[in-house]
C-alpha cells in the first residue's frame, strides 16, 4: 500500500514539473500559480483532476495528492459530483468560456461553499476536448453580507413605506425629492402635487423665527428639531406635528435633508381635553375657579390700562339647597346649567361667568366707567334668574343673592376682591336676599384700622400698659365720698395716655372685649382690697359690655374671682352696664343680674335715659342704680326739656326704689340744682377727674 502512494507522488510530481515547463505556464510562472489567493485548477475531459494550486487545495479542504487523477467522486457529495461531470461536459460541448455560482463541499470545514466558478475549455488540433482550466472564487462570506444588505435594506424600506411617520427628502431648497405614503397623508397632497411643492408652501409664516433657528442647528450640528409646528394641509387646515432630521449627502455628492414629520393632532387634542378639565367647569362647561383667577388677573391688567372699572360680583342662589333635598341632585343639577345659561345670556361677550362649586357663581363684568353702571346689570341677572324654571313637570322658583366689589374702587388682588364680593353677598343674603350689594371699600378700610388697634390694645394688655383710673363718687348731701368708677385708660407707648373712646370701639364684641373685661374685674377688685386694708371704705364700680356680660360662664368667673376676697363686705362691688345694652335682651340680661346680685355684686344702668325704658321693663331689670346721662345734666340749665328729664328720672327711681346717680356734673350750679331735686348721689369735674389710684387716699374730697 505504502509503495502503491509513493508511487502515485512521485509521478504527480513528475506531470507537475512536465506539464509547468513545458505545456502550460513556462517555468517561472509556477511560484505566482502558488500564491495566488484564487482557486485554480485543471481537469482532463473525463473531468479527472490533473492540476490544482495551493488555494484550491485551501478551498476544497481538500489535497492534491488525493485528488489527482480521480473526479474527487470519493470526496464530494454524490449529487455535486453529478453536477460538477454534467456542468463539464456541457462547458465542452458549448466550446466557449463560462462562469457560473455553484455550491461545493469543504472537506476540511465540512460544509457547503459557495463558489463564483470560471471554466474555459481547450481543445486539440482536431476538436477533441482536452482540459478544463478552473478558477473559483469562494464567495460565501460576501454573498451572506450582500443578502444581508439586501434584508435590511428591504427592512428600512419597509419601515419607511409603512411608518405611520411622514418621513421625507428635500434638497437644500426645500423641494421635495423622496417622501413616503404617510407623508402624503400629513401634508393631504397627491404624490404629484408634492413633487412640485416645497417645504416652504406647507409651513406657515408664523414660523420663520422658529425655521431660522432650526436652520442654524441644522448648518451646525448636520440635526434639527424636535420642535412642535403646524403644516398648513391641502385643505387649508392646520395640522400640529414634531418635527426632526437630518442632514445627508447624496451619490450625487449634493446635500439633501431627511425630515421625520409626526402627526401630534391627537395628542394635542388630548391636552386640549385636560386643559378644558382643569380650567372649565364639569357640569356647566362654564369657566372654573382656576380660569376665573386667570381672567380676573387679565381683566384687571385691562382695566388699568383702559382707565375704566370692573364690577366682581360673587352671586349665591337662594333656595337652592331646599331644591336639591326635595327634587334630588339631578333637578339640582338641570338647575346649575340652566342658571348659568341665563347668566352667560344676561351679560356682554366680554364678561365672564364662572362657577365656583355648589351654587357660587361669579360674573365678571367689565368697562364699567363708572361704579354704579353694573346696577342694571345686577338687576337683569336678578330677574333673569328669578323666572321660574320648570323641570320635569316641577315648576320651580329661585332668586340669587349678589354681592360686589369694584376694582380699582377696591384697589386689591384677586383673592382680597373675590372675598369682599363674598361679605357683600353675605350682607345681601342677611339682609333679605333676591338682592345684590356693594361692598363698600372705606367701611372695609375702618374695619382694618380696627383690626391693626385690635392687636396693639392686646399687645397692650399683655405688656401691662393698661391702668385703671378712678373718678370718686359722693353722697351728694354730705358730699361725703361713697365710692369710685373705675374708667380705663391706655398708656400708647407713642401716643401718650389714652381715654377708652380711642380704642374700646375696636374692640367691642370680640374676645378681646372679655379678655379686657375679666382684666377690670380683676384688677378693680384687687383695689378695692388694698383700699379697704387701708381704711377707705367705698363702693368700686366697673363698667362691662353687653358682650361680655352675655358671654358664657360669665357669672361662674365673677364668682371664682370674688372668692379670692373673702374679707370683702358684701355690696362694695358694682357693674355698670349702659342701658342700651341692657335693653337689647332684657330677659338675658335680667337672669345675668339676678345671678350677680345672688352672689352680692350690685348693678347700675348707664348713661340712662339714652335708651327710653319703658316703666315695665325698667321694673324687669333688677338693677339697684340708674345713672343719669351726663348729656341731660349738661343741658337742664339752659333746657327745659332736659331738666324735666332728669327730674323724671330721679322721681322715677325714688318709686322703684332705686339709687340715682348724676353724672357729668361739671358746675357748682349744676351740683345745686340736683342736690334740690334730690338726686342722691353726684360725679363729675367738679367733685374730681378720673385719677390713678394711688391718689385717692389722699384725695381731700369737694
Ligand atoms: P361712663 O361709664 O359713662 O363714664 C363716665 C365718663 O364721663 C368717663 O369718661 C368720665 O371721665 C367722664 N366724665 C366724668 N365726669 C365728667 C364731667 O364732669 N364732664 C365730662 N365731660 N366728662 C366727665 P371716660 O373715662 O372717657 O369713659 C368713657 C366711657 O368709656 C365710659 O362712660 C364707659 O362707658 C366706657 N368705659 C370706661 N372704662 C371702661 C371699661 O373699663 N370697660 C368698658 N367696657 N367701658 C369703659
Ligand atoms: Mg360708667
Ligand atoms: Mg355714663
Sequence with gaps: MKNVLSDKKKRISETMQDSMENNFFGSHIKE??????????????????????????????????????????????????????????????????????????????????????????????????????????????KNLAEQNLRISEEKLRGLYELSPLGIALTDMNGNYV????????????????????????????????????????LGKTGRYGPYEKTYRQKSGDMLPIRLNGMLVTGKDGQQYIWSIAEDISSRKQHEEQLNHIAHYDALTGIPNRVLLADRMKQAMAQTIREQNMLAVCYLDLDGFKPI??????????????????????????????????????????????????????????????????????????????????????????????LRHADQAMYAAKLSGKNRYYLHDAEQDQRTREHHVIRAHVKHGLLHEQLELYYQPKVEMRSKRLVGA?????????????????EFLKSIENTELDIEIGDWVIATALDQLRQWHLAGLDIEVSVNISAYHLESPRFVEKLRQQLSHYPDLPAGRFQIEVLETAALEDVAKVSKIIEACRSIGVGFALDDFGTGYSSLLYLSHLPVDTLKIDQSFIRGMLEDKGDRVIVQGIIALARAFERITVAE?????????????????????????????????????GK
Design 664 to 700: 357729668g356734673i361739671e358746675t357748682d350750679d349744676h351740683y345745686e340744682v340736683l342736690l334740690d331735686m334730690g338726686c342722691d348721689i353726684g360725679q363729675g369735674y367738679v367733685i374730681a377727674r378720673p385719677m390713678p389710684a394711688g391718689n385717692m387716699l389722699t384725695w381731700k
Design 485 to 501: 368708677e373705675a374708667l380705663i385708660r391706655w398708656h400708647h407707648p407713642e401716643r401718650g395716655l389714652l381715654p377708652p373712646a
Design 32 to 141: 505566482l500559480f502558488d500564491v495566488l489567493p484564487v482557486a485554480i485548477f485543471v481537469k482532463d475531459r473525463n473531468s479527472k483532476f490533473l492540476l490544482m494550486n495551493k488555494a484550491c487545495e485551501q478551498q476544497f479542504g481538500m489535497s492534491f495528492t488525493d485528488l489527482y487523477g480521480t473526479d474527487a467522486s470519493q470526496f464530494f457529495p454524490p449529487e455535486q459530483i453529478k453536477r460538477f461531470l454534467s456542468k463539464d461536459q456541457e462547458v465542452f460541448k458549448g466550446g466557449r468560456p463560462v462562469d457560473f455560482v455553484e455550491e461545493f463541499w469543504n472537506a476540511k470545514l465540512q460544509e457547503n461553499r459557495i463558489g463564483h466558478t470560471f471554466k474555459k475549455p481547450m481543445f486539440d488540433a482536431a476538436g477533441e476536448p482536452l482540459y478544463l482550466i478552473c478558477a473559483t472564487i469562494d464567495i460565501t462570506e
Design 178 to 217: 423622496e417622501f413616503n405614503d404617510a407623508f402624503q397623508q400629513i401634508c393631504g397632497y397627491s404624490e404629484d402635487e408634492l413633487r412640485k411643492l416645497d417645504y416652504w408652501t406647507l409651513t406657515p409664516k408664523e414660523y420663520a423665527e422658529e425655521e431660522a433657528v432650526q436652520l442654524e442647528s
Design 324 to 417: 336639591n333635598d326635595q327634587f334630588g341632585h339631578e333637578t339640582g343639577d338641570h338647575v346649575l346649567v340652566e342658571i348659568s345659561r341665563r347668566i352667560e345670556n344676561t351679560i356682554r361677550g366680554g364678561d365672564t361667568v364662572a362657577r365656583l362649586g355648589g351654587d357660587e357663581f361669579v360674573v365678571l363684568l367689565l368697562g364699567l366707567e363708572r361704579g354704579n353702571e353694573c346696577v342694571t346689570t345686577l338687576e337683569r341677572l336678578l330677574e333673569a334668574i328669578a323666572q321660574p324654571i320648570t323641570i320635569k313637570g316641577n315648576v320651580l322658583f329661585l332668586s340669587a343673592s349678589i354681592g360686589v366689589s369694584i376694582y380699582p374702587l377696591d384697589n386689591e388682588d384677586v383673592d382680597t376682591l
